[in-house]
């Protein structure tokens, strides 16, 4: 079946059982065609067949959408594609191919990530199955450049629900790919208030397990990160221009965002009992680890001028605004942010490599 309206085009091809799909792959697409066309023989090599492929393609400027819908209607997969005429950027594209999937669960995908094996698909069914319902499931992944393994997810199993735990695991939603969510929970939480946040399914995954859907997580290597397509490179914000000469100013990132963000996630399942707690938690993860990091990485990247324009662009009264904070909670934020601050822009970035597999580890176990 082939449709058009006045914005976009969608193309849907479906199986004549028509049945429920267990996994819709939801991927948010913005050229790197080569890269997703590659990512995708992963998904047609799949020994589980219950899935569905769901890619919206956000005002992709390479002019290539034609050759994902052949490569689509040749697959014998299941699919639905969507073009944009518009430019959605990360949050409302992913939302977008969420819009299209119509399985029980959406397994998030970025456009130059795949599969690990084969057994992928059968492997995330049978662990979903064999739990009560989870709402959220987040899985291991493999970087292709390094040959290294993250593990974002340290303990397999069921790690509970409520604010409390999706307070303390909200960072491990930065990589999109290999993230399991409930659809109907996911559409349910459906907005576009934290667009340009580049982190939808952050508040996503917060809000359900937030909202009482359990976490499961798995130590599985279920993604293989940054397929490599020989004469093509993704951009990359380690890849742009070092600005020279740099002045000292404001250089707000969305990352500013990510704090206020878990914080409005959590928030209709907080008590007065819990919700200072929880905040502070969130707040600490942030700003300790992943703020922490950003600050060397673009005194890497880029130099430490730049690094400061970013770190004045991060300050509390950057972060906090849309935050029902009290007293208390304002001064741990700003506490943190000052100690952090200084430590980030003045540690040796050789020591700060030496010590990044322990900070790691801590915060795995934090």
């Known amino acids: 079946m082939v449709f058009q309206h006045s914005l976009d085009q969608a193309y849907e091809a479906k199986s004549a059982s028509d049945r ?48 994902l819908v052949t490569w689509l209607k040749h697959s014998g997969i299941d699919f639905r594609f969507c073009r944009h005429d518009r430019n959605l950027r990360y949050d409302a594209n992913l939302r977008a191919s969420i819009d299209l999937a119509s399985g029980r669960y959406c397994l998030l995908m970025g456009n130059d990530d795949e599969l690990a094996t084969p057994q992928t698909l059968q492997f995330l069914h049978d662990q979903i199955v064999s739990q009560p319902d989870p709402g959220v499931v987040i899985t291991n992944y493999l970087e292709i450049p390094s040959g290294s393994i993250v593990r974002r997810m340290r303990r397999q199993g069921n790690l509970g629900s409520g604010p409390e735990v999706a307070a303390a695991n909200f960072r491990n939603y930065s990589f999109v790919s290999g993230v399991v969510l409930d659809r109907l929970a996911a559409l349910r939480h459906r907005t576009e208030h934290w667009d340009g946040s580049e982190m939808y399914q952050m508040y996503l995954g917060t809000r359900i397990v937030a909202e009482g859907r359990s976490l499961l997580s798995l130590t599985e290597v279920a993604v293989r990160k940054d397929v490599q397509v020989v004469g093509e490179e993704v951009d990359s914000y380690a890849k742009r221009p070092i600005l020279n000469p740099c002045p000292i100013e404001p250089r707000p990132l969305p990352m500013n965002q990510i704090g206020m963000l878990v914080a409005d996630a959590l928030d209709p399942h907080l008590t007065e009992g819990n919700r200072g707690q929880c905040q502070r938690m969130v707040f600490w993860h942030f700003l300790a680890y992943t703020y922490a990091y950003w600050i060397v990485q673009y005194r890497r990247v880029q130099s430490w001028r730049y690094s400061l324009g970013m770190c004045l662009a991060m300050t509390p009264d950057c972060i906090l605004p849309r935050t029902r904070v009290n007293f208390a909670t304002t001064l741990f934020v700003r506490a943190v942010y000052g100690i952090v601050t200084v430590a980030g822009l003045l540690i040796p970035i050789r020591l700060f490599d030496g010590l990044r597999p322990t900070l790691y580890a801590l915060a795995k176990r934090a």
Do not use: H
Request: glycine share 6%; with cysteine.
């Open 20 to 67: 429920e799909a267990f996994f819709s792959i939801c991927i948010p697409q913005y050229n790197r065609t080569s890269f997703l066309l590659k990512a995708m023989e992963s998904f047609r090599l799949q020994t589980f067949r219950s899935f569905e492929i769901c890619v919206s393609d956000g005002g992709s400027t390479d002019g290539r959408w034609e050759e």
